[in-house]
């Protein structure tokens, strides 16, 4: 069963930086899709930024030019560069896994905290 693990969260004021990591561990983890979902309180879960396979990228319009994903096959991961912080990046953020083959299966971590104060 493959795990999913977020770290890095914290508090940090408005214009910092923080980098979010997601590791992988468990049994043999082979995804097409990684991606970093944020919740915000009273908020419906929404896309930040995913990464397929070639390093394709999409990114949410409001992160765009500010935050960066890439793969960490260190980690059999992914890694959230978040620059130029605003107080609405504020939220719980989810590190997401859709594996390769016949059936797909979509995988969740537990989230980390990220709160930007202005």
């Known amino acids: 069963q493959v795990q999913l693990v977020e770290s890095g969260g914290g508090l940090v004021q408005a214009g910092g930086s923080l980098r979010l990591s997601c590791a992988a561990s468990?049994?043999?983890?082979?995804?097409?899709?990684m991606a970093w979902y944020r919740q915000a309180p009273g908020k419906q879960r929404e896309l930040v930024a995913r990464?397929?396979?070639?390093?394709?990228?999409n990114y949410a319009d409001s992160v765009k030019g500010r935050f960066t994903i890439v793969v960490d096959s260190a980690k059999n991961g992914v890694t959230l560069q978040m620059n130029s912080l605003r107080p609405e990046d504020t939220a719980v953020y989810y590190c997401?896994?859709?594996?390769?083959?016949?059936?797909?299966?979509?995988?969740w971590g537990r989230g980390t905290q990220v709160t930007v104060s202005s």
């Open positions: 997401n896994a859709i594996t390769s083959g016949v059936i797909p299966k979509n995988i």
């Open positions: 468990g049994s043999t983890f082979s995804p097409a899709v």
């Open positions: 990464v397929r396979s070639a390093d394709i990228t």
